[in-house]
């Protein structure tokens, strides 16, 4: 196993730990808004400094990005960790069993390892470039639709950016007639790893910040899926707007989008 994908599991699986732990005992939870529709908990910070003390402790010199705390420049700014503390913390605070821990580590720009942790599920998706992705150790594979047609679409709704309401709307109107259904599970890096796993066929959002998706990424596309912008590019780290699925499904996607895709959208 790749030694750092080692680091990020145990760090992954002690933060989950404590998420989970909380989550039992929701009276300890204090919850803070950071923007419109945006909360952070204490457990979102704490997870993340759980996460910080495990990597510094083997890679005392790599870079480390996170949510909430942002850069921590290390000596070696070629390695960098991406990290969403809590993903998935609407449905925490709610009490609806369904986030995850995500960590990705870029060796110049390009993710190397990947690992979303579920604790509720203790499902453990991981990801090493070029070496294929699995789930608790069992490999994953993209479900196989050969277009559009009869699939599970998952999406996230664009809540803190509301500009994007109508043209969203008219996407997925659209979309909706095409495929079967669609799923909003109010975790990125999860309906990455779903994708992964053929639980659903594909999955598009606006506006994700990168420790939102790059875990999930590298296990989507070790899985057989491509990830692209809404307009078959890859400018998703800058722009946030992501569409993933297995290629087929990914092509009749961005051919549906295409007409109500506002300037904002084609970036
Ligand atoms: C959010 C979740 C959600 C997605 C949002 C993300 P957070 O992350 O992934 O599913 O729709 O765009 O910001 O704030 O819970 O870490
Ligand atoms: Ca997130
Ligand atoms: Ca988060």
Redesign the pocket.
């Given at each position: 196993m790749h030694p750092m994908l080692n680091i990020a599991i145990r760090a992954a699986r002690k933060a989950g730990n404590l998420i989970a732990k909380h989550y039992e005992t929701p009276q300890n939870i204090e919850v803070t808004k950071k923007g419109t529709n945006?909360?952070?908990t204490n457990i979102?910070r704490e997870s993340e400094r759980l996460i910080i003390e495990v990597i510094r402790k083997s890679y005392p010199d790599h870079t480390i990005i996170t949510?909430e705390s942002g850069e921590l420049l290390g000596k070696d700014d070629d390695i960098q960790w991406v990290i969403?503390p809590?993903?998935?913390?609407?449905?925490?605070i709610r009490r609806l069993p369904h986030?995850a821990v995500s960590i990705a580590v870029r060796l110049k720009g390009r993710t190397e390892v990947a690992v979303v942790y579920d604790p509720m599920r203790n499902e453990l998706f991981t990801a090493t470039r070029g070496q294929g992705a699995q789930l608790n150790g069992f490999r994953l594979r993209v479900a196989d639709a050969k277009n559009i047609e009869g699939t599970i679409i998952a999406t996230?709704?664009?809540?803190?950016q509301k500009q994007h309401a109508t043209a969203y709307m008219n996407i997925m109107s659209k979309l909706f007639v095409e495929c079967a259904d669609f799923r909003?599970?109010?975790?990125?890096?999860l309906?990455l790893c779903y994708v992964a796993a053929g639980r659903v066929d594909a999955y598009y959002?606006i506006?994700?910040?990168p420790?939102?998706f790059l875990g999930g990424e590298l296990i989507a596309r070790e899985s057989g899926a491509i990830v692209t912008d809404f307009v078959g590019n890859h400018n998703y780290l800058a722009s946030g707007n992501l569409v993933a699925g297995n290629p087929r499904v990914v092509k009749d996607i961005l051919a549906t989008m295409r007409d109500d895709l506002s300037e904002a959208l084609k970036r």
């Open positions: 945006d909360f952070v979102d949510e969403d809590l993903d998935g913390t609407t449905n925490f986030f996230g709704f664009p809540f803190k909003r599970t109010g975790s990125a890096a309906d959002e506006g994700l910040k420790w939102d």
